[in-house]
């Protein structure tokens, strides 16, 4: 009986020692697996992280270039558009110009002409002077006029000083 339990003994030996032999590899492998595992899932996040950058890197540059060329293209729409309307009031005032030079020009040709339509039409100057109200020329009463106002503008000018100032003094007395 001592050789079976002798036996058994060394074969539950056996068993564990292989077992655990086998269970190391296994466990060896297995970590060897979550190893390559993780350094897999780090680099991936890695190069994510790394094209994310570079992406956001070129939106922002594609973003500044826009923005320019944008600017630069107004600018030059701005540019475009003021040359525009200064030719366009350049052309007018010289058609403007033009026109009256024309119509100055019919109408001394209608006044000094001695045919049928007018015998050579010439103005005589007229003058207000002679001319009173009251006994005064319009020059009297023009400057009349302007002295009243000066006094009227002096008097209200006075009265409102006054004013401020009796106003100022009632705050400071109570």
């Known amino acids: 009986m001592t050789k079976k339990i002798f036996a058994l003994i060394i074969v539950m030996i056996l068993i ?15 970590m060897d697996k979550t190893g390559s595992t993780v350094r897999n899932i780090v680099d991936g996040t890695g190069n994510v992280l790394r094209d ?9 540059k594609n973003l500044g270039e826009d923005v320019e060329n944008g600017a630069r293209n107004m ?9 525009d309307i200064g030719n366009t009031i350049n052309n007018g005032a010289r058609d403007a110009g033009a026109a009256v030079s ?21 103005a005589t100057r007229t003058s207000t002077e002679s001319g009173t109200i009251m006994g005064m ?38």
């Open 16 to 30: 564990l020692a292989t077992s655990s032999v086998f269970a190391t590899n296994e466990i060896k492998d297995s």
């Open 52 to 60: 994310t950058g570079a992406a956001i890197t070129d939106g922002a």
């Open 75 to 83: 600018g030059e729409a701005i540019s475009n558009g003021a040359r």
């Open 102 to 122: 024309n119509g100055a020009s019919r109408v001394t040709t209608d006044l000094t002409r001695s045919d049928n339509m007018n015998s050579g039409y010439t």
């Open 137 to 174: 020329s319009a020059n009297t009463w023009t400057w009349f006029i302007l002295a009243i106002t000066a006094l009227a503008i002096i008097a209200l000018v006075w009265y409102y000083a006054m004013e401020n100032k009796n106003a100022y003094g009632k705050h400071h007395n109570d």
